[in-house]
């Protein structure tokens, strides 16, 4: 398992493993079709669209990468690219200059060291300019099928209040936290759950819905 880290001290892992396994079931329940919200046909898009994301909605990137493909539709064409040609399509993401510099130096890397491949390494996935852990973790498991824990905002936060995870806002101490809560091969599709969760019931920007929340009677802010 490429992606897990150290074993970290968990207060209460049993009870705590109990209650994932309980939320995972649930969930699965509640979103049997949970998917990635990004629009991809090739690993390397996923990429992109990753890169995009960064403090952007999903559905404003799919609409974005949509001109970028039209213009540089392959790894060669955008690592060719002059990165003012790529921020002037990306730039309704936020951060223009930024994430076309990270696209231009990423493609050009998959070109000249990767044969033109995503790498199914985790490792080898760091190493690509603007793809941190979460990028990483999202490739590793839409990509390859393989074990990943995506921990973006909505993983942070509700594994906060579920009571998962104590009091811990740091992405990669929640992800290596979950590592040990949640069974490998769950823990993509969990990430994913906890999106729509998030997006739907346990929302951020008004109060969550608890009345219609499948979670309620397990969950660490309502009991």
């Keep these: 398992m490429g ?6 001290k968990i ?9 994932a396994l309980e939320i995972i079931e649930r969930l699965k329940k509640e979103y049997p079709n949970s998917d990635c919200t990004l629009d991809y046909n090739e690993a ?4 992109v669209s990753v890169r995009l994301a960064a403090q952007c909605t999903d ?3 799919n609409v974005v990468v949509k001109g970028l493909y039209e213009k540089f539709p392959t790894i060669e064409a955008l690592a060719d690219a002059e990165v003012s040609e790529i921020e ?5 993401c936020g951060l223009g ?8 130096a990423c493609m050009k890397m998959l070109r000249d060291e990767f044969d033109k491949k995503v790498p199914d390494d985790f490792k ?10 979460k990028s990483a973790n999202l490739i590793m498991g839409d990509v390859f099928g393989k074990p990943a824990i995506v921990t973006d905002t909505h993983c942070i936060r509700l594994t906060n209040r579920m009571g998962l995870v104590d009091d811990e806002r740091e992405p990669k101490k929640v992800e290596m936290i979950l590592w040990e809560l949640i069974p490998p091969e769950e823990g993509n599709q969990f990430c994913h759950r906890l999106v ?4 739907e019931i346990c929302t951020a920007r008004t109060k969550p819905y608890c009345d219609r929340c499948c979670l309620a009677d397990i969950c660490k802010k309502q009991i």
């Design 11 to 19: 207060k209460n892992l049993k009870k705590k493993k109990a209650l």
């Design 59 to 61: 559905a404003r990137v």
């Design 196 to 199: 729509d969760h998030g997006r």
């Design 88 to 92: 002037m399509i990306v730039r309704p």
């Design 124 to 133: 080898a996935l760091l190493k690509l300019p603007g793809v941190g852990r």
């Design 44 to 47: 390397w898009k996923l990429l």
């Design 3 to 8: 992606t897990k880290a150290k074993t970290v």
């Design 97 to 104: 200059h930024s994430k076309a510099r990270d696209i231009n």
